[in-house]
């Protein structure tokens, strides 16, 4: 080939190259960029959808369609699937507020990081493109309909999350009704040359485990670790449980590495617990650790005995601080001091004040004192005349007598108890012979009031028993496909999180200078005998005698003794009457039919959906 041929291939060799880069560039290139752009978008959806099931169907179903919170799916109250570019962009500004801060006044939480909450702006994006991402043919929802692509896969996702959702029946176990009772503290403590089971063992140290039929001389427990008590190792090596399970003749197999005990039915098989409602003997002389809110009667009625048998015993009455039998407890051990206090190193102003039940304020005042103060140790400080020391860990009388100026001996008296007495951070009385402590544990009904959308029917319809079945403390449970996650939380949005949106639109109109505050109803001149309320979306509707109402303005008058009927439409709402929620939440198609016997004035509001209102005077 001469010169001149090579020339002429190369250059049409390089026009050629140059033509396809400029095809591919003005080709290839949108199209691969296209294609790119919608594969993120995608994938973002997807995420979003994942973050949904997560953290969102709690309140607003697993696919959007409502719970106590709107509906974020469909047309219903606002098209978010709409694709018309101004709608679109309206409906995302509408969304990145709503996540980001919350609404004031309701459910819905500040979700951005910077806000307090757990996502931060790309996740939020997510989420926005989960919920405008169009209905497409190709992607059906459970009854075979269209939906989007986003909504598709979140519900994969919650069917997922529910069957790998382990819950299980809560209650007493062994291990838990010998913690409340202190159970095997003084049998390890016996066992070891009645050592003082809250002192710290060296690590190294060998300690002897109680005998148990299993191990009749007992055995040997090597402390690998600081800060071990007896205290601890009998709970943890399950001592108290196992003088629980020999003391009532239940059958056991115990596993020594892990330290657990299974129990056992006839035939020698694990079951999974004791049952709700069964009785067990507890040791003579069984110590109680109070737990506050606990009263006399409640604590009488959980071991079969009477409340004069618990309040009656030994030094109960003195120890629980009362003899009435309904008063609520206290779980704290707190004490009679002299009305001085001697400042130990590292005191602050702050801690000595709630040591002592006394508003930092208060103390501050009556010692002249600021905030700032830092007292210095020895510094001696008033106390009021009323003041009662709550004993800390590691506490003794002698070292409580010493740091209020007295002694041992006078503290005793000051509290009617004996100086050889141990004190303990806890409130820990002394029981009668107990032969029928009462197993408490929980029915479907109890379980399904802490999961989102669920009845104890269709709990017990997915694990194949009655709703009313009463089951092992332990047993596991399968949730129902529709179920919606954990029960929604009900702490409301104070509205801090966005100045621009931190009261309510109907809070802000009230405001003086603003607006006027909404008149207050007055009750119809004509009673109403036949009175239904139903629940929409986000609204009471009143029908008083056929006639109907105005969402949420619906005002009427009855009679002593009328029933008024309510029936759920959508979503999931609360009967709260004057602040106060009657029984359950309505869902589904629910009805409810409540009786006003007392002249009154009564508005009926949702705790989710603060908007809904009814006013009801009877007379």
């Given at each position: 080939m001469n010169t001149q041929k090579q020339i002429i291939l190369i250059v049409t060799l390089f026009f050629v190259f140059v033509g396809s880069c400029a095809a591919y560039a003005v080709v290839d290139l949108p199209i691969r960029a296209q294609d790119q752009a919608e594969w993120h978008h995608s994938q973002s959806i997807e995420r979003g959808a994942l973050l949904f099931a997560n953290n969102?169907?709690?309140?607003?179903?697993?696919?959007?369609?409502?719970?106590?919170?709107?509906?974020?799916?469909?047309?219903?109250?606002?098209?978010?699937?709409?694709?018309?570019?101004?709608?679109?962009?309206?409906?995302?500004?509408?969304?990145?507020?709503?996540?980001?801060?919350?609404?004031?006044?309701?459910?819905?939480?500040?979700?951005l990081n910077t806000n307090g909450g757990a996502f931060n702006e790309r996740q939020i994006d997510h989420l926005i493109d989960l919920i405008t991402s169009p209905v497409e043919e190709k992607y059906k929802d459970e009854e075979g309909n269209p939906t989007s692509e986003g909504w598709f896969y979140a519900l994969e996702f919650a069917h997922n999350l529910n069957h790998e959702t382990a819950i299980s029946v809560g209650g007493d176990t062994l291990n838990t009704i010998a913690t409340a009772h202190l159970l095997g503290l003084a049998e390890i403590s016996a066992a070891n040359g009645n050592r003082d089971p809250y002192a710290v063992i060296e690590r190294g140290d060998k300690i002897k485990l109680p005998a148990t039929k299993a191990h009749p001389e007992g055995r040997t427990y090597l402390i690998r670790q600081d800060n071990e008590t007896l205290a601890k190792i009998a709970e943890s090596q399950s001592v108290g449980a196992l003088i629980l399970a020999e003391l009532n003749g239940l059958p056991y197999k115990f596993d020594e590495k892990a330290a657990k005990i299974t129990l056992l039915n006839a035939e020698g098989q694990e079951i999974p617990g004791l049952?709700?409602?069964?009785?067990?003997k507890l040791p003579d002389n069984t110590r109680y650790v109070v737990k506050t809110g606990d009263t006399i009667e409640s604590i009488a009625t959980a071991h079969g005995l009477r409340p004069a048998d618990v309040s009656g015993n030994g030094n109960n009455a003195k120890l629980l601080g009362t003899t009435d039998q309904t008063k609520a407890l206290e779980g704290e051990r707190k004490l009679k001091v002299p009305s001085v206090y001697v400042v130990q190193p590292g005191d602050?102003?702050?801690?000595i004040a709630s040591q002592h039940g006394i508003p930092a304020a208060d103390f501050q005042g009556l010692n002249g004192l600021t905030a700032e103060t830092v007292p210095g140790a020895g510094q001696e400080l008033k106390l009021p005349a009323d003041a009662r020391y709550t004993v800390q860990p590691g506490d003794t009388l002698a070292s409580i007598a010493e740091h209020h100026k007295t002694t041992a001996a006078e503290l005793a008296k000051l509290n009617e108890i004996s100086e050889s007495d141990a004190v303990t951070p806890q409130v820990v009385i002394t029981l009668p012979k107990v032969d029928k402590y009462g197993v408490k544990g929980q029915n479907l009904d109890d379980i399904a009031k802490t999961l989102s959308n669920v009845t104890a029917a269709e709990l017990g319809e997915a694990n194949g028993v009655p709703a009313t079945a009463v089951l092992r403390i332990g047993q596991a449970l399968v949730l129902p496909t529709t179920a919606q996650g954990s029960a929604p939380p009900d702490a409301r949005n104070p509205g801090t999180a966005c100045g621009e949106h931190a009261v309510p639109d109907a809070v802000f109109k009230t405001r003086p200078g603003v607006g006027t505050p909404e008149p207050v109803a007055t009750p119809p001149a004509e009673q109403a005998k036949d009175v239904t309320i139903t629940s929409g979306a986000n609204d009471f509707t009143v029908t008083?005698?056929?006639?109907?109402?105005?969402?949420?303005?619906?005002?009427?008058?009855?009679a002593k003794g009328t029933a008024v009927k309510?029936?759920?439409?959508?979503?999931?709402?609360?009967?709260?009457?004057?602040?106060?929620?009657?029984?359950?939440?309505?869902?589904?198609?629910?009805?409810?039919?409540?009786t006003f016997a007392n002249a009154g004035?009564?508005?009926?509001?949702c705790d989710y959906h603060p908007a809904m209102l009814a006013t009801i005077f009877v007379q």
């Open positions: 969102c169907r709690t309140c607003h179903g697993n696919v959007g369609e409502r719970g106590v919170g709107p509906a974020v799916n469909g047309a219903s109250t606002r098209d978010f699937q709409n694709q018309d570019p101004l709608i679109l962009k309206n409906n995302k500004a509408l969304l990145k507020r709503t996540l980001a801060c919350g609404r004031a006044g309701t459910l819905m939480p500040a979700w049952f709700p409602g069964d009785t067990l602050a102003v702050a801690t008083a005698d056929g006639t109907k109402s105005e969402m949420n303005k619906g005002v009427v008058s009855i309510f029936v759920n439409q959508v979503g999931i709402h609360t009967i709260t009457v004057n602040g106060t929620k009657d029984n359950g939440d309505l869902k589904g198609t629910d009805t409810r039919t409540l004035t009564f508005k009926i509001t």
